[in-house]
């Protein structure tokens, strides 16, 4: 029976109506033998691998010649094999260069653009004013410059590093999209198809897995392309594709048996959608632990969304979050029948969470989980309480709850208990308390969330976002509010590129997830996540259903 058959139908509900999954079933066809790897494709790998490695080591660390290698390696998305040797050649190419500073040897434009952002991508302070060689006295760039198509995009792409306060790179992010812009008819193939994939979404800030699978097909069509690092790349992203094709089969079959049509009826039915949202920020084959748990939560989450969002009361609201906070079996009949299921959810979630928390050393890191789930509910309801009292909060109020409705903190915490290094409790306590990153990533979410997604919303019974307060508190038009929402989604990138450049001594890895969060929504379009019939189905599509060996290898030989 439907839970929606249980309930009061007297209430006056904000129901949506979602389209239906995408997907269905389509991934339970990926059976453990479809998505098997030959031991000839293993061996195949495992050679390639240390021909890319002898490679990488054998090419001097002060030529050109490395600094691409080093660029193609990880825009082609293998860079995760050869953390260790890019590390020592990164932090030899920026010792050289800090030595140098005052006779750099290098006066051409893409490889300086190159050098500094691959430094500052490895968490060096490279100053930006090695670029002041190609302005002018007002500090304007030469002109001379726009005939060095590669050198501008190498610009354009170094630009998205930038912290607070780098008007050179200001400047430089201005004149190369300009230039960019307009050129781009007159180039050839090739250089079309990067400049195009560059000014829609820069390296820095695009999900690295999308951004490698479109790169090797781009770098197929460089005439200068190295036939062993495409060959390697190519099979590298086919073999994690098959690892990515059996998790969704059983996720998907994990989804099943929660009965979502019936338990569910009122969400948004989007398994696959939020196994792409886990691949986003962890797509590596050791993380196979880490996106079944982000799954999991990232579905918990989009329910319970339009539970409080699009279906629930305030009275049944208040009593479900309050279960939440007790996180206890006991608390299940304090709340209304059909909201049941998706409590017992939680409380599977958190028992599995503690099961395997308890087997590397975790266990009291689940503390900090709960947490988070508390504020979260919390902020949901205080949302729920402004749509009820007519509120429209001034902007300030609103980012202080909406960065946490958007449930980036939850995440990040969670993605730090169940990934397989350690991290010490201190190391905890700074990202939840003092960093930068997690107020950053959690407004860029917040921020372009509500740009692609408040003019769908405001067509129901639905809380103000950013773009209302905004109008209301500034007296301002709605194209002011989002001049204001991309300023600030600006200001924020520079606040994590500033951490990222400042707090060495955090491991990259505990930066990263929410760093990939923000690169995550970044590239949504529209209202891209609740209506995944388009964009984003193309792009999971290109991720776990079309194989790159058919169209993209065929030129070499595997």
């Known amino acids: ?62 030529s050109i010649q490395k600094l691409v290698l080093i660029d193609t390696i990880q825009r082609l998305g293998v860079g995760y094999h050869f953390e260790n040797e890019i590390k020592i050649s990164v932090q030899n190419i920026f010792d050289e260069s800090e030595q140098s500073k005052n006779e750099d040897d290098f006066d051409d434009l893409y490889v300086v653009a190159l050098r500094f952002r691959l ?125 990515h094709q059996r998790e969704l089969c059983e996720l998907t079959r994990w989804w099943n048996d929660l009965d979502p049509v019936n338990n569910f009826p009122y969400a948004r039915d989007k398994l696959v959608e939020c196994y792409y949202w886990a691949t986003g920020v962890y797509y590596e084959p050791q993380y196979r632990r880490a996106r079944r748990t982000l799954t999991k939560l990232v579905a918990i989450i989009t329910v319970t969304d339009d539970l409080y969002d699009a279906y629930a009361t305030y009275d049944e609201l208040v009593p479900f979050t309050d279960a939440v906070e007790r996180c206890d079996i ?70 202080r709850n909406a960065t946490l409705t958007i449930a980036i903190p939850m995440l990040v915490v969670t993605c730090l208990i169940v990934m397989e290094e350690f991290v010490a409790k201190e190391t905890f306590q700074w990202i939840l308390n003092d960093s930068l990153v997690l107020p950053a990533s959690s407004l860029i979410n917040r921020l372009k969330d509500d740009i692609i997604g408040h003019e769908h919303e405001q067509q129901r019974e639905h809380g103000a976002s950013f773009v209302e307060c905004y109008m209301k508190e500034y007296g301002a038009s709605k194209q002011d509010a989002y001049a204001e929402i991309w300023k600030e989604i600006a200001n924020a990138w520079k606040d994590i590129n500033t951490e990222y450049l400042r707090a060495t001594q955090v491991p990259t890895i505990v930066l990263e997830p929410a760093i990939n969060l923000a690169r995550l ?38």
């Open 521 to 558: 929504v970044e590239i949504l379009q529209a209202d891209d996540f609740t209506n995944s019939k388009y964009n984003l189905k193309d792009v999971i599509s290109m991720l776990f259903v079309d194989s790159v060996m058919n169209h993209d290898h065929s030129c070499v030989g595997v």
């Open 1 to 62: 029976m439907s839970q929606l058959a249980m309930v009061n139908t007297t209430i006056k509900r904000p129901l949506v109506n979602y389209h239906k999954s995408v997907w269905g079933d389509y991934f339970l066809s990926y059976t453990p033998q479809l998505t098997e790897i030959s031991s000839q494709e293993k061996l195949e790998h495992e050679e390639l691998k240390e021909k890319v490695r002898q490679m990488l080591v054998e090419t001097p660390d002060n």
């Open 330 to 399: 006991g608390a299940m009949d304090s709340i209304s029948s059909y909201m049941r299921p998706l409590y017992q959810v939680f409380l599977d979630y958190f028992d599995e969470m503690e099961e395997e928390s308890t087997i590397n050393g975790k266990l009291d890191y689940v503390y900090y989980a709960k947490i988070e789930t508390n504020r979260w509910t919390k902020s949901y309801l205080k949302e729920v309480e402004w749509l009820n009292g007519g509120k429209i909060p001034k902007c300030e109020e609103y980012k």
């Open 119 to 243: 430094v500052r991508q490895q968490r060096h302070y490279m100053s930006p004013d090695v670029f002041k060689k190609f302005t002018n006295h007002d500090g304007k760039f030469k002109e001379t410059l726009t005939k060095d198509v590669l050198g501008l995009l190498s610009l354009y792409e170094a630009a998205h590093v930038r912290v607070h306060d780098e008007d050179i790179l200001e400047e430089a992010l201005t004149f190369t999209t300009t230039h960019l812009e307009s050129m781009g008819p007159k180039l050839d193939n090739s250089l079309k198809a990067q400049v195009s994939e560059a000014l829609i979404e820069p390296i820095y800030t695009n999900v690295p897995r999308v951004a490698s699978r479109k790169y090797i097909r781009i770098y197929k069509n460089i005439e200068s392309h190295d036939d062993l690092l495409l060959k390697f790349a190519t099979l590298d992203f086919h073999i994690v594709q098959k690892l």
